[in-house]
């Protein structure tokens, strides 16, 4: 099992930026892919950006493309999510999570709280 710890949340104003980290240990060799995901109150949980592993490679949802992110540093076993230009709307819970090659999401963390006020 990977365990997740995400850092970084905080209330910052609507243009702003902020960076989050996702520190992983545990089984870190079965790491395939790293995602970050967020939740508002009253919202299903939804798809933020993720990123390969091993290559770098990343993938970002429509809503945050070009104002997000995503970068890993495999040395520190840590995952970053740089955001940009924020906006009140990705006020959130954000969660980071594993998955192994060919298989779902399996390890979760306990979220970060990320405001954006107006």
């Known amino acids: 099992q990977v365990q997740l710890v995400e850092s970084g949340g905080r209330l910052v104003q609507a243009g702003g930026s902020l960076r989050l980290s996702c520190a992983a240990s545990g089984r870190t060799f079965s790491i395939y892919t790293v995602g970050w995901f967020r939740q508002a109150p009253g919202k299903e949980r939804e798809f933020v950006a993720r990123i390969r592993w091993s290559t770098g490679l990343a993938y970002y949802a429509d809503s945050v493309k070009g104002r997000f992110t995503i970068s890993r540093d495999n040395a520190k076993n840590t995952v970053y999510l740089q955001m940009s230009s924020l906006k009140p709307e990705d006020t959130a819970v954000y969660s980071c999570?594993?998955?192994?090659?060919?298989?779902?999401?399996?390890?979760w963390g306990q979220g970060t709280q990320v405001t954006v006020s107006s």
């Open positions: 999570a594993t998955a192994p090659r060919g298989s779902e999401y399996d390890s």
